[in-house]
């Protein structure tokens, strides 16, 4: 099992990226999928989260500018990031607890890193 994260780029402040996280190899679900970013310098950080439940959960400073989704059937977790400004530039993870089988305990992965710039 790997997870891919793509999407990343330069965009300039006010504007759009969607960043996506496809799950490869055979399993049964993804049970909890989060993206986390880190800048230079700084902590790694949560940005959003989601449940195979569809419960969500957001940092506050992408609150109301950052969508979280997790499409199982296609074994993705997408972030929709609008209006970004310079503070979000960092490289952006995506983990997830998946199940490889039904009725077996999840196990924790982590995806590469993609880098997203935010420049006029």
């Known amino acids: 099992v790997q997870l891919q994260a793509s999407g990343g780029g330069l965009v300039q402040p006010g504007g759009s990226l969607r960043l996506s996280c496809e799950v490869s190899?055979?399993?049964?679900?993804?049970?909890?999928a989060g993206w986390h970013r880190q800048a230079p310098g700084k902590q790694r950080e949560l940005v959003a989260a989601v449940t195979s439940g569809g419960g969500t959960n957001y940092a506050e400073s992408v609150k109301g500018r950052f969508a979280i989704s997790m499409d199982n059937a296609k074994k993705t977790v997408y972030l929709q990031m609008n209006s970004l400004n310079a503070e979000d530039t960092a490289v952006y993870y995506c983990?997830?607890?998946?199940?490889?089988?039904?009725?077996?305990?999840?196990?924790?992965?982590w995806g590469k890193g993609t880098q997203v710039t935010v420049s006029s």
């Open positions: 983990n997830a607890d998946i199940r490889a089988r039904p009725g077996r305990p999840t196990r924790n992965y």
């Open positions: 190899g055979i399993i049964f679900s993804i049970a909890y």
